[in-house]
């Protein structure tokens, strides 16, 4: 796929909504219940220690970010991302490009674990990660609700 990925920036968040929201509406990949406005994305962008978007032909076809993995200067090394991609971008190796810059940006901000929470019905994100070196180091059954059920969370990580 001959995206480019480039940082992310407050204007871009109109064309990330329909990407994101299309995830909370209808996907356990996400248990955020509600969907989000442009200017919650916009805010995301500018707290993000890094975000990026893929663009191809002047369209967002996705976006990833990370994070603080938690509040604390104790795990100011370790840090959660995330990868979201349109449907019509998957399967064309976008995803791994994403994931890519994510981690170079990540080991240049001394970044030292990245954390991915991936659902537990997100078989194929779990399998994404595995082959690019992540390990499952937690399964918290029943965390999350979404949609009137339980949803279990695979913590997954890397050392960078």
Do not use: W
């Not at 938690?70 to 995803?95: F, N, Q, T």
């Not at 965390?143 to 059920?149: D, L, V």
Request: glycine share 10%; proline share 3%; with cysteine.
């Amino acid at each position: 796929m001959s995206a480019v990925i480039r940082r992310a920036s407050a204007e871009d968040a109109a064309g990330i909504l329909p990407i994101y929201n299309r995830l909370i509406r209808e996907t356990t990949v996400t248990f955020l219940p509600d969907e989000r406005t442009e200017a919650e994305i916009a805010q995301a962008i500018e707290t993000a220690d890094a975000y990026f978007v893929a663009e191809q032909n002047g369209e967002i076809i996705g976006f990833a970010s990370f994070g603080p993995f938690r509040a604390g200067r104790g795990y100011a090394r370790v840090k959660e991302h995330s990868i979201c991609l349109a449907v019509s971008a998957r399967g064309d190796g976008l995803g791994t490009q994403l994931l890519d810059q994510l981690e170079e940006e990540a080991r240049a901000q001394g970044v030292h674990f990245m954390v991915a929470g991936i659902s537990g019905e997100n078989t194929p994100g779990q399998q994404f990660h595995a082959q690019r070196g992540y390990k499952t180091v937690g399964h918290l059954p029943e965390i999350g609700e979404k949609f009137g059920r339980r949803l279990d969370l695979v913590l997954m990580q890397k050392s960078l």
